[in-house]
């Protein structure tokens, strides 16, 4: 089997699978308990808590927990549009959001709130330009991915945090799920970001459990209310062992990201070069830094992109169809549409995303595989 | 910037005189144990200045580590290069650069002992200034009050750059004022109490009170924890802990109810008394703040200071409570002094203590109770822990979680 699918999610580490176990069965006391088990519990999330922090040079009351990268966004959104409603009900993303920023401003929209769409260009990122025309004395938020989930699009984080230095009150959210540990930390964790999501099981954590990097100073309202935990800002009793794995993950990924990050770009890079020399295909993703090195998008002319998927599945390769969360909806590519890409060559898209355990045996494999099926593919197409 | 090597200058012991030698000797005790884990550096305490000579430890975290240490008025960081011009000019324009924000200026001072050297001291100054100037778009020269005068030393064993000066953090060397006991609840003032006792030189030993079952073990492992917090100024502490559980209960039973923090108090003062003759002490330090709180009159004090002639220590007496916050978190230990641990004067703690307790009273009262004999018992439980930088207490598991993680 070749996986090929690591934006949707990631296997677990076995090392990681270990600590979650060894913690599940040793470590089950409830932190807030004042009883011995709870204090033990309570001094291995902090630990945790303080390594995360550590490895993303923040403070340790920046982190707080979540249950997943959708939780994350869904607090920074709503937790601003709550906590600022006084001060203005604007807010700025990009079309190019995960739905879990899309829904989440249409639900808002529903309430009253407005929301700015920023545009992106033929590569899917938005213009600096464009923001500044946008932000005006209302606006509360502006939330903005760092590498876009379907194409690997890097977004001018920097350049965002320039125009905003201007807006000091306005709330910088950067989705960092696709980003981290894949050589762009220093973009979304720079000066200017109050908030930032992240997702456990894209990097071999598991799954329902991310967290938020919230900057001292700055404050949104919890969503979930209750026994007062995370600071009273996120109430429900801590998964401890998912916390724990999620720190020895994040680890892990960060500790060789520089040589992971080659690793994967020298991957893409081989498919990239190969497909490339075929006439249907066209490559949404490109090689260059401002592109993720392991996302890879690209879309064979006239055959839809469930059918490709298919195919190379039944040769044992996994991939997908743009991103895991619309791929079952038989909807069109959201990032390439607003990309205007034509209609029917965005349902012809896929994606195939990389982690630093795939190798170059992999990528040739993929290669033999994909030569077989795009002769294939052509026979039925010039029918 | 990596830098090569630290000069430390001293602070007020250079006018102590004939003790001179003392103070330093002891100064260069404390920075060698103060930077344990750093097992390249090598740190020669000379009769002016300190040297240290890095050997590629990394100079930030030792920078980290030296401006904790008292006795220490500030200190350099410098680059060590060879006798070598192109290499002195690269090095200082990248020393330059890092402090440049626009608008800066800057001189050159040459010092030279090294008489050999191809350029004099002029000559280096006007190569060196001019070379800056050239390399550093935007910056001037200014030879008064420049804001960065980068210091260049020509020696015999190469030649030294330097540019920045931190402050140190004062105050003599610990251990050459004597020893104090620190009586160390679990509060915010007695820490900050025996920092600004070991600021002034005192080698401070911790007299922990603890009343199980009570107080948890969490409680005491609260005090280790701030004891550790106080080891980066000296490097290592002693922690003494006493069992005061029978005379707590003791006094309950036979003490009227306004009267138990005095009495409390009385007993704590014998006991920290005694530990400190047993083991050379010459004071008691304790975290008192007058009017804080209702037992911390001057009646008060007189009614507990009657058990003893050995001198009780207030650094804290005259600060206002954020006064005393402010130092705490400074030397960070607020956060952990207001973790919710019951302690044993939080734990019998009477809903009324008297404000102005009489000391006749307080001698009748407490002639009640069998005090030498509840003080012998609680000497002979005493256990000492020696306490070291980095330690934790509060979370036991801490290395064994580091291995889950």
Known sequence: ?383 | MQYTEIMVRYGELSTKGKNKRNFIDRLGTNVRNSLRGFDDLVVKANRDRMHINLNGDDSELVMQRLSQVFGIQNFSPAIRVEQDLDAVKETAVAMVSEQFVKGTTFKVNTRRSDHDFELDTNEMNDELGGWILDHVPGITVKMKQPDIILRVEVRANGIFLSSETRQGAGGLPVGTAGKGMLMLSGGIDSPVAGYLGMKRGVSMEMVHFFSPPYTSEQALAKAKELTVKLTPYVGTIQFIEVPFTEIQEQIKHDVPEPYLMTITRRFMLRLTEKIAELRGGLAIFNGESLGQVASQTLESMVAINDVTTMPIIRPVVSMDKNEIIDVAKKIDTFDLSIKPFEDCCTIFAPPAPKTKPRLDRSREFEARLDIDGLIERALAGVKVTKIHIGEEYLNENSSLFAELL
């Open chain 1, 1 to 383: 089997m070749i996986y090929f699918d690591n934006s949707a999610t990631t296997k677990i580490a076995p090392e990681v699978l270990d600590t979650y176990n060894k913690v599940s069965e040793q470590v089950w006391g409830n932190p807030s308990s004042l009883n011995n088990l709870g204090e033990v519990a309570h001094n291995l999330l902090e630990q945790s808590r303080q390594q995360i922090a550590s490895l993303l040079n923040v403070l340790e009351d920046e982190i707080l927990f979540t249950g997943s990268g959708t939780e994350g966004d869904n607090w920074v959104i709503k937790g601003t549009a709550m906590a600022k409603m006084s001060h203005g009900k604007h807010l700025i993303t990009t079309t190019v959001e995960h739905p879990a920023v899309m829904n989440t401003m249409a639900q808002l929209e529903q309430l009253g709130f407005e929301v700015t769409y920023l545009p992106v260009d033929d590569e899917g990122r938005i213009n600096v330009e464009d923001l500044k025309a946008a932000l005006r004395s209302d606006t509360i938020l502006v939330s903005v991915m760092a590498v876009n989930n379907e194409i690997g699009t890097v977004q001018p984080l920097v350049e965002i945090g320039n125009v905003l230095k201007d807006y000091p009150t306005v709330h910088f959210h950067v989705d960092a799920v696709q980003a981290i540990g894949k050589g762009v930390q220093e973009a979304f964790m720079s000066d200017r970001v109050d908030f930032v999501t992240f997702s456990g099981h894209k990097f071999h954590a598991p799954r329902g459990v991310g967290f938020i990097y919230s900057k001292r100073g700055r404050h949104i309202e919890p969503l979930l209310t209750g026994g007062g935990q995370e600071h009273n800002l996120r109430s429900g009793t801590e998964n401890v062992p998912a916390i724990a794995g999620m720190s020895k993950a994040l680890r892990l990924l960060l500790e060789n990201e520089t040589e992971m990050v080659t690793k994967q770009k020298t991957v893409k890079e081989v498919v990239f070069n190969h497909i490339n020399e075929f006439g249907k295909i066209t490559t949404f993703s490109k090689m260059q830094s401002n592109f993720a090195p392991h996302i890879l998008c690209f879309a064979i002319e006239g055959v839809r992109g469930e059918s490709i998927v298919h195919a190379f599945e039944s040769e044992g390769i996994y991939i997908s169809t743009t991103s895991a969360c619309s791929s079952k909806k038989n909807q069109a590519s959201g990032t390439l549409l607003a990309m205007n890409v034509p209609e029917a060559l965005a349902k012809s898209a896929v994606r195939i995303s990389f982690d630093e355990n795939n190798t170059l045996e992999e990528a040739k494999e993929f290669n033999r595989v994909f030569d077989i099926l795009y002769h294939k593919f052509e026979k039925i197409n010039s029918k």
